[in-house]
């Protein structure tokens, strides 16, 4: 069972990557992009980056644009990785635009969006792509986090106009992922999204069976268990997360509802964290935290549950606080544990680098401080998933040292049973050897 769960494992490293495509990326100079390509001939798609023409305090359609000359605010790259200055200058308003300048006419093209959200509207050639006007945070409806259209181009030039209402918060990276091409390829990229994502939760729920076979297997491994539930339950935090493709396509949940789960679900996960961390290092001390810790998380779900999405920047921002103590109760065990002189394994050190690396990649890319979820996503399964190999291989190694122990007593046995049996045979030889000397004596007597 271990060998299937470590091939079939490789087999997921090296696959994933099947997944995401890199697309071609086309570099605008002060709010110009050149596209050579043919969309119609190479059915491939491109990556706006680089500089847009920013407009701020104000609110500019494109038929404005084409009555009236506007002068830029000023050019910014938005394709730069922005870790700390994710704001966009301005107040709470916001117009973007960029001139694509392309090659075939005739072909119609799919405007591909991710992480806009739903105070933002789009228009490609004077076209409104989306409607955000009644958006999801008035109606409480189905997410909008992912939108694309398709149109005509009505000349070889055309701009896309991006209106951003409360430009002040973090939505710089909405503009990092723009992808523009042939509506084939835009439904090829959004499939093999989903199949990745598909993919990954398939992972999950594999790891997490194999943990708890091992876990029924020896019910001491508490640490197998907490991991098995973190393995169950972040599918499901996967799923009721804006960002997950997942979710847009079925539809699972009203945005509402799936909104009071999430901040739950994920204090959850945090917390099972929290307890395998307790267990790994046998921290003893740590163990008036969970009363504490167990009390917040609680506060925390409820207040996410009943106060979201009305009151969801102070639930978050407890959330948050919640994390940040996790973190620093991690860090501290784990410096306990080197200053005790503990052993730390060396599984532990990859699966937290592992975690940091992604969601580092995740927020250089998002230009968000939590990052992508699905970095986020695939850095929690690097963590569980070489925690519950090492607990594995531990238990297996354990099992062949019991085995090794109970054969050398058991030979021990053997030898010492020989050694008596040899020393009784000795002594019945002996005996035997007396018994036929005084037969022969008293034979000679008689003779």
Known sequence: MRTLYITLSFIFLLSIFAFFNIPSKIQAEKGVARLEKNFSESHSYSLLTGEWEVYSDRLITPQEFSAGSFSPTMFKNFSQPSFFSSKLPGSMVTTLKMTVRIKDINSPIALYFPNMGCDCTVWADGKVLNNSSNGCINSYGQSCIYSNGNFIPSSDSFDIVVHM??????????????????????????????????????????????????????????????????????????????????????????????????????????????????????????????????????????????????????????????????????FFVTGYALFKKARVPLSFIVACTGFMYFQLLGSLISGQYLGYDDFTCLGIFVFVFTQILWLSLKSGTSYINAVSLESSIINEELKSLNAMLELQLSQKSFEVEQLQKKIHQHHKKLS
């Open 165 to 330: 209402k409360n430009a002040a918060l973090l939505k710089e990276s909405a503009l990092k992922n723009i992808r523009l091409g042939s509506p084939d390829s835009i439904n090829r990229y959004r499939m093999s999204f989903l199949a990745g994502e598909m993919f990954m939760i398939g992972c999950f729920l594999i790891t997490g069976l194999y943990g708890l076979l091992l876990f029924l297997k020896d019910k001491s491994e508490k640490k197998l268990f907490i991991l098995s539930l973190i393995c169950f339950v972040e599918p499901l935090r996967n799923l009721l997360s804006d960002n997950s493709f997942f979710h847009y396509i079925l539809g699972i949940l009203p945005w509402n509802l799936q909104t009071r789960l999430s901040i739950p679900v994920m204090t959850a996960i945090a917390f099972m964290v929290f307890l395998f961390v307790s267990e790994l290092f046998d921290f003893s001390r740590g163990r008036a935290a969970i009363k504490l810790y167990g009390t917040f998380c609680v506060g925390v779900s409820l207040a996410g549950f009943f106060l979201s999405p009305s009151y969801w920047s102070t639930v978050y921002f407890f959330y948050i606080l919640l994390i940040f103590f996790i973190s620093a109760y991690v």
